[in-house]
């Protein structure tokens, strides 16, 4: 038990907190991602921040069909 905030493992404004270990960065953003994050991780395991970026690194864009 923390002798600072009194709870185990420390609340997050405790001056003992740990921080989160990185597991990785983004692909795309360079964002470090955390072992308490939720991360998007394609079929070739690139790994990503969010849903956007890996959007982004493949290129994808959404379209409208040319009926014309």
């Not at 994050?37 to 395991?45: F, H, K, L, P």
Request: net charge negative; aromatic share 8%; proline share 4%.
């Amino acid at each position: 038990m923390c002798e600072i905030c009194r709870t185990n493992p420390c609340n997050s404004q405790c001056p003992n907190v740990t921080d989160p270990e990185i597991l990785g960065v983004c692909s795309v953003c360079g964002e470090r991602l955390r072992a308490d994050y939720i991360y998007t991780e394609d079929n070739d395991g690139n790994t990503f921040c969010s849903q956007d970026c890996a959007v982004e690194y493949h290129g994808i864009k959404d379209k409208e069909w040319d009926n014309g």
